[in-house]
């Protein structure tokens, strides 16, 4: 699982210089007997303008993890995103705390 979080890790959220783990958009991951890597996550705004490619972009990094075999990313709304979701380090970089 800390190599799928790596690599979610790695694709940054277009509007806000952070990447999407730790702005709190990833609320499940599991990977089954057969590879297969579920993320359900959210959008920051539910009208985001790169929904689709955000999606892409996560389905792409996590399928690159050795032991996934496919990727299946579920945009969800509810709960809605606020920024109580957010790390503590995401909080510090955007000035929050």
């Given amino acids: 699982m800390e190599e799928i979080v790596a690599a979610i890790r790695t694709v940054l959220d277009p509007e806000i210089p952070v990447n999407i783990y730790d702005l709190g958009l ?4 599991t990977v089954n ?3 297969i890597a ?3 996550m959210t959008l920051t705004a539910p009208g985001c303008p790169v ?3 955000i999606v ?3 389905q792409k990094a996590v399928n690159d993890v050795a032991g996934v ?3 299946v990313v ?3 709304f509810e709960p809605p995103w606020d920024q109580s979701k957010m790390s503590e380090e995401a909080k510090l ?3 929050f705390m």
Avoid: N
């Fill in 26 to 29: 990833i609320y499940d991951i």
């Fill in 93 to 95: 970089e955007l000035g």
């Fill in 74 to 76: 579920r945009l969800v």
């Fill in 51 to 53: 929904a689709g490619e």
């Fill in 33 to 35: 007997e057969l590879g």
């Fill in 56 to 58: 892409g972009w996560v």
């Fill in 38 to 40: 579920e993320i359900e």
């Fill in 69 to 71: 075999d496919a990727v």
